[in-house]
């Protein structure tokens, strides 16, 4: 029955479920005996022995919580019996050394990207249209209705089709109940630049009103996603009188990149002979930068080229068994490799914050991340929440009882090589190996700022499912188990369940997903996400997110 049941670290005083245990079974593991004493649902956990109140609660060989009141061995983890907890960190002068992956089965090996001029290798070829205030929305709507359908971008087809059904059987006075639901197979347009892999929008909020640091920090934002290198061009929208002045995007975008050569095109409304005239301006100069834009061809690259951002969202039980260790390993293996690899979410790192820090490569770099930490902690307690409150009542229901347990967790998919930089909300990663990002745990928010740090693909581990996606950015869809990854195979892109039914070992699962990884670098698999054009882009204020 040991099959039944997962020892995280030899520190633990907590097991996991690995299927749903019924009350009052005996289970042998390591040579002692356990009972629950209650049903265990799978992802779930039971405390090893007996507890009295406050008693401090292991897992992942860390703290994550204390318990609430005096307990028995075999009682299931609640939110009723434990609370979160965690340790104080602190920097301390650690000389760390990690065992590198074997990575010879990829030291050869190269993605077909998109070659920038300075030096920056993107895994697709967008156009990219920008609103400098939320104003411009409702124009590049238009925009977007105008061309995504003409150039072979549009996948809303299907739904167009059958609300046409639906609307002509009204029309006819027939029973709508007894429509055909089956899925269609209308064919598909033809695109028509083959070397443009799509036009995107960046609708938001923001631009004016707000504080005047909204519209800087939005200006940095967009200037750095015109700066990806997955964009070839870019369209300018902007109204003119609005706090975020098109002199102040370009200054934060040159300032990012001096030599930025791409084509930037920039139209201001409240100058233009009329709305009409712009929109139309704006369509033809847009289609002969796209013309541009389709000569460039992808060329082989080194893994080195390759920026990942590792993600989790709708996590459960079994992400930080599973798909977040796997995506730690293929971390290690790009870090070893020269490439970047960029961990964010900062609200899900609480309780693993002295594991990064000790594998920071140098002091400042520790004392970064820790200031960033500590300001966004405490700016969350100053209106009456905290880090502790991250999990959401997906996350409890599958298992996730503290933040502490979901940070252990989440922190996996870093892996465990060297932390080489700490970057700030729009700070774009420079140097080779694992940099944290700071940014909330919200899904959107997160993969937002991960696409601003220079991210050219995402790993998007999940137990719950979500259809997250990025503009710019690929977002691949890593399920921690078979049932999600069957239940949501039109989200799913990769099942990591045979982790958790011991037919594949972390590393294993790792060294695939990156081979995956390089399929969709190279134009070869095109994600879910990006196939439903998944677009989600939300900047973060600053202000408090989870």
Known sequence: MSNLILKINSKDNVLVALQDIPANTEIIFEGIKYKTLEEIPAKHKFFMNNMKNGD???????????????????????????????????????????????????????????????????????????????????????????????????????????????????????????????????????????????????????????????????????????????????????????????????????????????????????????????????????????????KIEREDAPLSKLCVGVKCGGSDGFSGISANPAVGHLADILSVLGAKVLLAEFPELCGAEQELIDRAVDQPTAEKFIKLMTEYDELAHAVGSGFYMNPSPGNIKDGLITDAIKSA????????????????????????????????GNDVEATTGKAASGATLILFTTGLGTPTGNPVCPVIKVATNTALATRMSDIIDIDTGAIVRGEKTIQEMGEDILDFCIEVASGNIIPKAVALNQDDFIPWKRGVSL
């Open 56 to 294: 401090e609660i292991f897992m992942y060989g860390v703290l994550v919580g204390k318990v609430q009141y005096d307990l028995s061995a075999g009682t299931r983890m609640t939110t009723d019996n434990t609370k979160h907890a965690a340790e104080p960190f602190y920097y301390r002068d650690v000389d760390y050394h990690w065992t590198k992956p074997d990575v010879s089965k990829f030291i050869n090996k190269t993605f077909k990207g998109y070659h920038r001029s300075n030096g920056d290798v993107g895994t697709a070829n967008y156009w990219l249209f920008i609103p400098t205030v939320f104003c411009e929305n409702r124009n590049l709507d238009i925009i977007k209705e105008s061309l995504y359908n003409e150039l072979g971008y549009a996948v809303d087809e299907k739904y167009k089709n059958y609300t046409h059904q639906l609307v002509e059987a009204i029309s006819k006075g027939e029973n709508m109940d007894e429509l055909d639901f089956s899925p269609s197979n209308i064919p598909k347009k033809e695109r028509v630049f083959k070397n443009v892999d799509g036009i995107k929008f960046l609708n938001h909020t923001g631009g004016c009103g707000g504080t005047r640091q909204d519209a800087d920090t939005l200006s940095k934002l967009l200037a750095s996603y015109a700066d990806h290198p997955n964009v070839a061009g870019v369209t300018l929208l902007s109204l003119g009188c609005q706090h975020l002045q098109i002199e102040n995007f370009k200054k934060d975008l040159y300032s990012r990149n001096p030599n930025f050569d791409k084509p930037l095109l920039v139209f201001e409304q409240q100058k233009a002979e009329s709305e009409e005239m712009m929109i139309k301006k704006a369509i033809f100069e847009t289609l002969k930068g796209l013309l541009e834009i389709n």
């Open 409 to 440: 967790g989440a922190a996996k998919k870093g892996g465990s090589s060297p932390v080489v930089d700490v970057l700030d909300y729009t700070e774009p990663a420079t140097k080779p190996g694992l940099s944290l990002v700071c940014t909330p």
